[in-house]
């Protein structure tokens, strides 16, 4: 059974930072490209983050870029987002989600093309 667990949200001050995880059980995430998703309650999900199975691209959105930062540890079976500079307007439950794709050096910024979805970890930025 395919199964990611997101970890590691949690209440920080503006300007700090925070790492989230994402661990994998049965399959192995080397295979499948990753995205880390935010949302708000009552609001739509908002991609963050995303990189190919290959590892060879990394995107990120507009709002997240030069502050997050991606990686994964494949010994581990796990993906990590690192979150510096954190601001309020970041305040949103993460997912994690992956997908296997046709094109291994590409990866999707749509939420539907994501087939495995961890349950979520909240992250609150507030003084």
């Known amino acids: 059974q395919l199964q990611l667990v997101e970890s590691g949200g949690g209440l920080v001050q503006p300007g700090g930072s925070l790492r989230l995880s994402c661990a994998a059980s049965?399959?192995?995430?080397?295979?499948?490209?990753i995205g880390w998703f935010r949302q708000i309650p009552g609001k739509e999900r908002e991609w963050v983050s995303c990189?190919?199975?290959?590892?060879?691209?990394?995107n990120y959105a507009g709002s997240v870029k030069g502050r997050f930062t991606m990686s994964r540890d494949n010994a581990k079976n796990t993906m990590y987002l690192q979150m510096n500079n954190l601001k309020p307007e970041d305040t949103a439950i993460y997912y994690c989600?992956?997908?296997?794709?046709?094109?291994?050096?590409?990866?999707?910024?749509?939420?539907?093309?994501?087939?495995?979805w961890g349950q979520g970890t909240q992250v609150t930025v507030s003084s």
């Open positions: 989600a992956a997908y296997i794709p046709t094109v291994q050096s590409s990866c999707y910024i749509i939420s539907r093309r994501y087939d495995s």
């Open positions: 990189i190919s199975s290959s590892g060879s691209r990394t």
């Open positions: 049965g399959f192995t995430l080397e295979n499948y490209a």
